[in-house]
């Protein structure tokens, strides 16, 4: 299932995206009709209490695709407002699993790979508070200093638990969405200094959507997860367009460490909830800073590239949607 939220004639609701992409159906319209009052209108608030509902919200999801009921409730997704499907998570954290940005970003500041990367899966906590969907991102003058997107997937947690092993942690993923990371990298650098990871340079938007797909939809894209690691991994095709023009390319897969093992990472000696949002780190190429570092290795002179007011950030994944952001100045 895909999980959306979103505006219709002025009501928030969650809602189902159908199959083919084109319509989707709210579920608290069809709680109305059904004379059972669906509560929830973001995801973090259906997963924390699915256990009395999931029957429910299957039962209708198959009366919908196989036998075509509650068609005339649909409504075309080009003409509601989506919204991110987590208005506020838990708690939101963000990974660093993938060794060709680290890579890249470390040898384009003339620094040596850093062997901790292959002990342990890391991540720092980002502010759940300012989580946004697709639409504008208002940002103030300083994060125009080096204005940076982050092509991202993030899981969003469906169980609770505490010292979850690898080999059961994907028992715990509700579903995946895209997720950027919008970083002002000239305060991010001055604040990284300091040892204490990034704050200022992070904490001022995180785009989430433009829906939450659950795991059992990824079972056709499953794969093997790299040698000597435990988990899912999914060959699900990542790309980056700034401006209508594709510049970053990836697959999920492609992530040394799995989602498994970094809520194993999690987890250890602390208690994770359903609603927490767990991001990968950056995909191999996407993000500016690999991107004009690497240009600037082979061609020293080349101006670098930030993003300004106006510029479109669209990232893609297979299955995953397309989450548009456009930049404004406060």
């Given at each position: 299932m895909k999980f959306v939220r979103f505006v219709w004639q002025g009501e928030e609701a969650l809602g189902l995206l159908d199959r083919s992409g084109k319509f989707v159906l709210s579920l608290n319209g069809v709680g109305r009709v059904l004379g059972r009052r669906f509560p929830f209108r973001d995801v973090e608030s259906y997963v924390a209490n699915r256990l009395r509902w999931e029957g429910w919200v299957e039962w209708i999801y198959r009366r919908y695709h196989e036998q075509g009921d509650f068609e005339e409730l649909q409504i075309p997704y080009g003409v509601v407002h989506v919204l991110s499907p987590v208005r506020k998570p838990v708690s939101l954290r963000d990974g660093y699993a993938f060794r060709q940005h680290v890579e890249a970003a470390r040898r384009?500041?003339?620094?040596?790979?850093?062997?901790e990367f292959d002990q342990f899966p890391v991540f720092y906590f980002s502010n759940a508070l300012a989580v946004t969907g697709p639409g504008p991102i208002y940002v103030e003058?300083?994060?125009?200093?080096k204005?940076?997107?982050?092509?991202?997937?993030?899981?969003?947690?469906?169980?609770?638990?505490?010292?979850?092993?690898?080999?059961?942690?994907?028992?715990?993923?509700?579903?995946?969405?895209?997720?950027?990371?919008?970083?002002?990298?000239?305060?991010?650098?001055e604040e990284m200094k300091l040892n204490l990871g990034p704050a200022k340079g992070k904490d001022f938007a995180i785009s989430l959507g433009p829906w939450v797909v659950t795991s059992d939809e990824l079972e056709p894209y499953r794969t093997t997860p790299p040698s000597g690691h435990v988990g899912r991994a999914y060959r699900l095709a990542l790309q980056a367009e700034l401006n209508g023009v594709p510049i970053s390319y990836g697959y999920l897969s492609d992530m040394s460490w799995t989602f498994a093992e970094i809520i194993e990472r999690v987890s250890y000696g602390v208690e994770v909830v359903p609603g927490e949002v767990i991001g990968s780190?950056?995909?191999?190429?996407?993000?500016?800073?690999?991107?004009?570092?690497?240009r600037r290795r082979s061609q020293p002179e080349a101006p670098e590239r930030?993003?300004?007011?106006?510029?479109?950030?669209?990232l893609i994944g297979q299955e995953l949607g397309q989450l548009v952001n456009t930049i404004r100045a406060v």
């Open positions: 384009n500041r003339g620094l040596e790979m850093i062997p003058s300083r994060h125009l200093e204005l940076d997107f982050e092509l991202e997937v993030a899981v969003l947690l469906g169980k609770s638990g505490r010292n979850i092993p690898a080999d059961r942690a994907d028992e715990y993923i509700f579903g995946y969405m895209l997720m950027n990371d919008w970083s002002a990298r000239a305060l991010q650098m780190g950056t995909v191999g190429t996407g993000c500016l800073l690999e991107l004009n570092g690497t930030w993003l300004q007011p106006g510029d479109e950030i669209c």
